[in-house]
């Protein structure tokens, strides 16, 4: 079960803003708003509305930058993880299940697969905005273990957070580290899949 933003495919908040704001200001808006615990909440189902609302109510002098980052989204998914798709398609060549659980928003997922082709070869993605809590919450993995039928201790769970994969682990799963799609490789041979 792979994560997908920075596993399959690159996120890189400050591409929207390439060529629309100077970086200094882009980094300044993130701070000030704090970008990475705001983006969560879009994660956890909060809606780009709701979310411009906020911006317009308590940071009005920023909702011009707010507007740029969910205008130009598609460029910050500047395209696959090298080497990940490869290693899906040959999981699935050896019949291995190929699920997704990804903190996303649901208005913006549909950007996924245009950026990043693998991620619709999955049997199926688990969004959180769709479902309206994020990892690292435990309801989440229990919600895939359910409407997947999983067995935790037989699947793989791997995302480049160590806090999601530390919560993961603590839902059962054999839960890894992303760090690149090479030692991917080489942990799922460590564990019996033939794919180095």
Excluded at 40 to 55: F, K, N, T
Excluded at 78 to 86: F, M
Excluded at 159 to 164: L, Q, V, Y
């Amino acid at each position: 079960m792979f994560d997908l933003g920075n596993v399959l495919v690159r996120w890189d908040p400050f591409g929207p803003y390439e060529g629309r704001m100077d970086r200094a200001e882009v980094e300044a808006f993130f701070e000030e708003i704090d970008f990475m615990a705001f983006n969560h909440r879009q994660d956890a189902g909060r809606s780009w509305g709701q979310a411009r609302a906020e911006v317009r109510d308590r940071f009005p002098h920023r909702v011009e930058a707010f507007d740029l980052y969910l205008e130009h989204f598609a460029q910050a998914l500047p395209g696959p993880v090298d080497g990940s798709e490869a290693l899906v398609r040959d999981l699935l060549r050896l019949g291995v299940r190929v699920l997704g659980l990804t903190n996303w928003s649901s208005e913006t997922f549909h950007h996924a697969v245009p950026a990043a082709p693998a991620i619709g070869l999955l049997e199926d993605v688990v969004v959180s905005g769709a479902e309206g809590v994020a990892k690292p919450d435990p309801r989440i993995f229990a919600l895939v273990v359910q409407r997947f039928g999983l067995d935790p201790a037989r699947t793989v769970f791997t995302d480049d957070s160590a806090t999601n994969v530390a919560a993961g682990a603590a839902a059962g799963f054999d839960a890894v580290l992303f760090r690149s799609a090479r030692q991917l490789r080489a942990d799922l041979a460590a564990r019996g899949l033939p794919v180095v």
